[in-house]
């Protein structure tokens, strides 16, 4: 014989069971009224932005730098492409130029080759270790997305044959250029 309170607590979980499955095809029904399906095409492309973060150092020859008056010439390029890929975003570059005040040279920079000189103010700053340093700050620069351009810059340091004296044979000068450059 069953039992009464069985009976009545297998039908409760099936009516409920039953119950859970109709809710969910109401559900899908009542959902289908606010839904819609369109067809379309999605472009998932990403701007290539070429910048190559690795420092780089060129070699200064101590011996050719002298206080003789000669001027000392190096080159410094900026480019927007690299193994043939040429940026996609628009991009504005700073170049900025910092020294350590040990040997009083002084500092021209020239772009594309051009005579006037581009160095900008000069200040004096100190880092956190009460150093002082040159601060320079020339022109902006700016390339345009698929083009593929080359900025090219000379730096020019001179050291007066003025300062040929015998307390600037161990001073040690540090000269730090670096490209800052944002997506515009």
């Known amino acids: 014989m069953l039992n009464k309170q069985k009976f009545?607590?297998?039908n409760k979980i099936t009516i409920s069971v039953f119950g859970f499955f109709i809710i969910l095809i109401l559900m899908k029904t009542v959902f289908s009224i606010f839904h819609s399906d369109a067809e379309g095409t999605v472009s998932n492309k990403i701007a290539f932005y070429v910048i190559d973060p690795i420092p780089q150092t060129q070699q200064i020859k101590i011996g050719e730098l002298a206080p003789d008056g000669s001027n000392f010439s190096y080159s410094i390029?900026?480019?927007?492409f690299k193994?043939?890929?040429?940026?996609?975003?628009?991009?504005?570059?700073?170049?900025?130029?910092?020294?350590?005040?040990?040997v009083p040279v002084s500092?021209?920079?020239?772009?594309n080759g051009g005579?006037?000189?581009?160095?900008?103010?000069?200040?004096t700053i100190q880092d956190d270790d009460g150093m002082y340093f040159y601060r320079y700050n020339p022109q902006v620069g700016?390339?345009?997305h698929g083009v593929?351009?080359?900025d090219t810059y000379t730096l020019v340091i001179n050291f007066p044959v003025s300062y040929r004296s015998a307390i600037f044979q161990d001073l040690i000068d540090v000269i730090e250029v670096t490209v800052d450059a944002?997506?515009?």
């Open 83 to 102: 193994n043939g890929k040429t940026s996609e975003v628009d991009m504005d570059y700073t170049l900025r130029i910092k020294t350590t005040t040990n």
């Open 77 to 80: 390029t900026v480019s927007n």
């Open 115 to 123: 005579d006037t000189d581009i160095i900008g103010t000069k200040e």
């Open 8 to 10: 009545t607590l297998f």
């Open 182 to 184: 944002e997506q515009t």
């Open 148 to 150: 593929q351009k080359t």
């Open 107 to 111: 500092y021209k920079l020239y772009a």
């Open 142 to 144: 700016s390339f345009v």
